[in-house]
């Protein structure tokens, strides 16, 4: 009897041991699943969470970059109204206009088309368009215009007299503008400021005959 008691006693506890592992067994790994479901979830929306932080911040980015687009929108215009100040400073239109109302005395001998005025088959004085005098050196330009060429040849009808006396700073500068500018010429401008230069430099130029045609380098290089 005792040994029929031990072996439902055995039984009872295998069966007691069946029952809470089939119970047991599918608890813990529901348990496991929703731990490692959890974790899984979690993840997730951290990456997600750390996702969006991200787009905020490149969505920010843009902005802080663009911030200082306004002042840079200034720079054209001022880098424009440096490329025009040149032109402001040499008087621009006005001396222009200027220059050609002066050129009226010198269209009596180099003609209205600056080619020199055809008097037969003869000129009265050479062209002025392409002309190394005119489109060279401004102070050869003015030391001519200021001092006159003597009359060496017979080459031209006219010659060439001072005008110094007959042109303020402003009229030399405009006339010689006008001219370099003009009848095919594309020579820049002569400021006020150059010609008054030119003006006084030439000063000690008296000889009421004019200088050398051959020395006029000569002498614009003595009185730069």
């Known amino acids: 009897m005792s040994e029929e008691h031990s072996s439902n006693n055995k039984s009872g506890g295998v069966s007691l041991l069946g029952n809470l592992l089939a119970i047991g067994l599918p608890a813990l790994m529901i348990l496991m699943l929703g731990i490692t479901g959890f974790a899984f979830v979690g993840a997730i929306l951290k990456g997600d969470k750390k996702e969006e932080v991200k787009a905020e911040k490149t969505a920010a980015a843009p902005a802080s970059k663009a911030a200082p687009a306004a002042p840079a929108e200034t720079k054209p215009a001022t880098a424009s109204a440096d490329k025009e100040a040149p032109a402001a400073k040499a008087g621009g239109k006005d001396l222009m206009a200027l220059g050609q109302t002066s050129y009226a005395t010198c269209s009596a001998c180099h003609g209205m088309d600056g080619k020199g005025l055809k008097i037969g088959p003869m000129l009265m004085a050479p062209s002025l368009a392409e002309s190394e ?68 430099g030439f000063a000690s130029i008296t000889d009421p005959t004019g200088v050398s045609r051959a020395k006029i380098d000569e002498i614009t290089a003595a009185h730069k």
Do not use: C, Q
């Not at 003597?150 to 005008?163: I, R």
């Not at 500068?173 to 030119?198: D, H, I, L, W």
């Open 133 to 200: 005098i005119v489109t060279g050196d401004p102070n050869r330009m003015a030391l001519v215009i200021l001092k006159g060429i003597k009359k060496e040849d017979a080459k031209f009808m006219g010659v060439m007299t001072p005008l110094g006396a007959m042109l303020d700073d402003e009229k030399l500068a405009a006339v010689m503008t006008y001219v370099r500018a003009s009848f095919g010429n594309k020579a820049g401008p002569v400021t006020v400021a150059e010609a008054k230069k030119a003006k006084e």
